[in-house]
């Protein structure tokens, strides 16, 4: 399965994103910012960084870059779509998903094991979880802070459109704890913590069995490549 990893400007975790990609058993296909060429992918990743230098909002100019324009129209036909931090912005940016992010309720860059709940598991991205299982992975965001209207809100909650939310700790103050999104057909998902920094054992969260032991990540990747065969 060849997965997309989107370079922007200002993109700082392609080569994370890509490495978990191959971890997972995919092959990963970089993709450049200025081309609209997808290259016949089965899915695409907008990972994490700071896009454009993150100016007017973040996620807003590359919402614009042309390769968006592709990524839109095949998201809109069915292919699957993860975006990582600066990726949900994108996302977000890009109408794929709803409602807004904003600077962090206290005003700081936060990095952080991050423990989520996983709410949906039946997307491209989430369907090797359990439904409601716990997960830690790295969150790393100065402008994390999901928004959204009232009847936003209520639409997302109502139709089980909350991929995860965040336990123990808000750390950037969203609105109703929420860390990730999906759409309804499940193949865009966006969450603003990083699942490609937990998904080789050495370097992701620690765990009660090591240090630096956790993988919960790598079940993003693997589930995509999953959803591929079954489809």
């Not at 975790?13 to 092959?27: K, M």
């Not at 409601?132 to 992975?137: C, F, L, M, P, V």
Request: glycine share 12%.
């Amino acid at each position: 399965m060849k997965i997309g990893v989107v370079t922007f400007p200002g993109t700082l975790d392609d080569r994370d994103a890509a490495r978990a990609v191959r971890l997972a058993g995919g092959e990963a296909v970089q993709l450049w910012h200025a081309d609209t060429n997808l290259h016949k992918v089965d899915a695409v990743v907008l990972p994490g960084g700071f896009s454009y230098g993150d100016y007017l909002r973040c996620g807003a100019i590359a919402a614009q870059a042309p390769v968006m324009e592709s990524i839109i129209k095949a998201a809109n036909g069915g292919l699957p779509v993860l975006g990582i931090c600066n990726g949900f912005q994108v996302l977000v940016e890009s109408h794929l998903l709803p409602g807004g992010l904003i600077r962090n309720e206290n005003q700081h860059f936060i990095c952080r094991d991050q423990k989520l709940i996983v709410e949906s598991n039946t997307t491209a991205w989430t369907n090797d979880f359990a439904l409601n299982e716990e997960i830690t992975i790295p969150l790393k965001n100065g402008e994390g802070g999901y928004i959204a209207t009232e009847e936003t809100l209520k639409r997302l909650e109502g139709e089980g459109l909350i991929a995860f939310r965040y336990k123990e700790v808000n750390p950037n103050g969203s609105v109703h704890d929420i860390a990730g999104l999906r759409n309804e057909r499940g193949n865009v998902v966006g969450l603003m913590p990083h699942p490609e920094h937990a998904v080789e054992p050495g370097f992701g969260p620690d765990t009660s069995v090591a240090m630096r032991s956790g993988v919960d990540g790598l079940k993003f990747f693997t589930s995509v490549l999953k959803a591929a065969v079954n489809a």
